[in-house]
């Protein structure tokens, strides 16, 4: 009984996220937040789905506010996408409930162009985004961005340092 139980709620909670998964939208940008989180208005929405959704995009991790280019990344994300229609397409939703989503604009990949602008560290361990790596070697090697420094400081460094300067 405990067993059929706990399958039951497996797939309980696999149905309910699978949608989430997997999901394709379209709308607008109506906010970019930082230099790899936007606000976004689906074209389209239901009684029980939100009419602005947090996205933070997927595979990338661009520099913090607070962070040397941070700025830079803000203003190229919203120069890229601000009040623009895009195509979002989910891979997770993060634990704070924001989804984790690729964003799309016409052919444009905008997670891989912001590595490639290098205003974004690639953080896809794995050769599934081999876009995304290759577009991080060329702006190394371009030093655009961020790769002017010698040394840039990625945003999960940072932050782990700007914690344990408060505590």
């Not at 696999?14 to 074209?43: N, Q």
């Amino acid at each position: 009984m405990k067993r059929g139980l706990q399958v039951g709620l497996l797939v309980a909670v696999w149905a309910f996220a699978l949608p989430t998964l997997a999901e394709t939208l379209r709308g607008v940008v109506i906010v970019v937040i930082d230099g790899d989180s936007v606000l976004f208005k689906p074209d389209h929405y239901g009684a029980q789905s939100r009419a602005f959704l947090k996205i933070r995009l997927a595979d990338i991790d661009a520099p913090e506010k607070d962070q040397a280019y941070g700025d830079m990344a803000m203003r190229a994300l919203k120069a890229l996408v601000l009040n623009q229609p895009v195509e979002i397409n989910t891979v997770a939703t993060d634990a704070y409930g924001r989804r984790i989503a690729h964003l799309q604009m016409g052919a444009l990949q905008i997670n891989t162009e912001m590595v490639r602008l290098g205003l974004a560290w690639s953080s896809s361990r794995d050769q599934r985004n081999a876009e995304a790596l290759a577009a991080q070697d060329e702006a190394r090697r371009a030093l655009r961005g961020l790769w002017m420094d010698d040394a840039p400081t990625p945003p999960w460094i940072w932050r782990r340092a700007q914690k344990a300067s408060v505590n």
